[in-house]
């Protein structure tokens, strides 16, 4: 059975191994039905682990890495990890997105759509980001790195004030002199050191730029909106949720397949096993000069 061939991938940033290799060129295969089913049932907002689970389960081949696990995919830059998730939305439902959002002057609250190409939010960078960033600072040479996967699960778990994660996540993120960081050394640092540490991050990342703004259709004031790329593909996925489910059905009666085999198959391959299906009920050839 022919499948559908897997999706050629340049990361912006890429996977540094030990030796300091850069593996920037993937292979992302299209979802199953499977991961289609378990990312809709993820929430409004899949936590980073799920999202690790679910890349490594449709990112077939990285660089020289053969395989992609949870934990490979866990340390993944989440500029990367967008990155693969815009790509995967625009194969399944094309370029463009439209969002709604809110007014959020007084007295207005107007709805907006706010059209978006993805490929222009994310575009292939052809020259690969460092590892880490370098930053001269008054207390020594300071090296920043991109937050990752397993960042962004570490601070999910984790309880506290705002200040206190965001110390946290610097802490993990900055080495001064050599000298890793605990949140508190992080807050001792004179504010004009974090905010130099802050703009070269922001300056330097090869993460997506996903702040969009547009304009209220009623009242011209500007919106300012935060795209999620997994939120925006699970929300998809969930509204087409009851038609997987008739999907399986069908090719269940039909075919007498297991669940498990029909949710196994890409999207493409569902699809055509569905479009033979009926023109077999409705009389037409299966193939073109067939009777």
Known sequence: MLLEPPIPVLLPHGLFDEDGRCHRQGELRPLTGREEWALAQAGERPGPRAVS??????????GDYSRVDEELAACLTRG?????????????????????ARCPAPGCEAMADV?????????ERVDAAPEVLIVALPE????????????????AEVQGTREERSALLWSRLVVVDGQTLT???????????????????????????LGLLARCPKCAAWLELEL???????????GGAARLETEVHVLAFHYHWSEADILALPRARRWRYLELLRNELEGRPLVDGWS
Do not use: I, K
């Open 115 to 123: 059209d978006v190409r993805l490929s222009a939010l994310s575009p």
């Open 80 to 100: 990367d990890r967008h990155h693969l998730a815009l790509h995967l939305r625009a194969r399944m439902y094309g370029d463009r997105a439209t969002l709604v």
């Open 183 to 209: 949140p508190s050394a992080w807050l001792a640092l004179p504010a004009r050191s974090r905010h130099a540490v802050a703009l070269a991050l922001a300056d330097g990342t090869s993460a997506p730029d």
């Open 140 to 155: 020594g040479r300071a090296e920043v790195r991109e937050p990752t996967g397993e960042d962004d699960a570490l601070l």
């Open 53 to 62: 689970g679910w890349l490594a389960a449709c990112l077939g081949r990285l």
């Open 228 to 238: 999620d790329p997994f939120a925006l593909l699970a929300r998809e996925l969930r």
